[in-house]
T-cell receptor, first 109, second 113 residues
Framework: EDQVTQSPEALRLQEGESSSLNCSYT??????LFWYRQDPGKGPEFLFT???AGEEKEKERLKATLTKKESFLHITAPKPEDSATYLC??????????FGKGITLSVRP | EAGVTQFPSHSVIEKGQTVTLRCDPI?????LYWYRRVMGKEIKFLLH????????ESGMPNNRFLAERTGGTYSTLKVQPAELEDSGVYFC???????????FGPGTRLTVT
């Protein structure tokens, strides 16, 4: 069975304090790994897709990386507006996403 | 470009009643997905439409759930009769091509009392 584990469950940072969020996965054959951001009361907002080990993608203060067993979402010099829940999901078939429970990030000014 | 929309945003019903959720995908997206998040758990897949056809319904919990996508545009998810464990947030998502990123709607929060 495909499994996605995200850690830590919650992370509190000071504004400007860089850190990384971890997503470990166990799947039969990875087609893609997706990162989403979710704000309270809203649906997940797409951030990145990674397809192969060694791939990296960046967007503003966020950078996602992928290995054969895990993915990291690096946040550089975060701001309070980066506070949200970050979700990792894997795709094995061309259909469903299998999600982790998410990491709740809080950035204090 | 309008995003994925869902209606209603909230629904409170009694056990045994029927509820129908609606999803309008992004225009031109043939792929439509339903997911559910039960409190304290991760978001879980329910089913996938390609146009009007059910491609994968492996996540549907039981036969009290019926999803349709007539004409390959909007979709409905009916729960009949509703049980307490059906409470949660139901998300709809759509994608243009298979394997591409899925864009999510804001969700419908269903509470069964």
């Amino acid at each position: 069975e495909d499994q996605v584990t995200q850690s830590p469950e919650a992370l509190r940072l000071q504004e400007g304090e860089s850190s990384s969020l971890n997503c470990s996965y166990t799947v039969s054959g990875l087609r893609g790994l997706f990162w989403y951001r979710q704000d309270p009361g809203k649906g997940p907002e797409f951030l990145f897709t990674l397809y192969s080990a060694g791939e990296e993608k960046e967007k503003e203060r966020l950078k996602a990386t992928l290995t054969k067993k895990e993915s990291f979402l690096h946040i550089t010099a975060p701001k309070p507006e980066d506070s949200a829940t970050y979700l990792c999901a894997v795709q094995v078939t061309n259909s469903k996403l299998t999600f982790g429970k998410g990491i709740t990030l809080s950035v204090r000014p | 470009e309008a995003g994925v929309t869902q209606f209603p945003s909230h629904s409170v019903i009694e056990k045994g009643q029927t509820v129908t959720l609606r999803c309008d995908p992004i225009s031109g997206h043939d792929n439509l997905y339903w997911y559910r998040r039960v409190m304290g758990k991760e978001i879980k897949f329910l089913l996938h439409f390609v146009k009007e056809s059910k491609q994968d319904e492996s996540g549907m919990p039981n036969n009290r759930f019926l999803a349709e996508r007539t004409g390959g545009t909007y979709s409905t998810l009916k729960v009949q009769p509703a049980e307490l464990e059906d409470s949660g947030v139901y998300f709809c998502a759509s994608s243009q091509e298979l394997g591409n990123e899925q864009y999510f709607g804001p969700g419908t929060r269903l509470t069964v009392t």
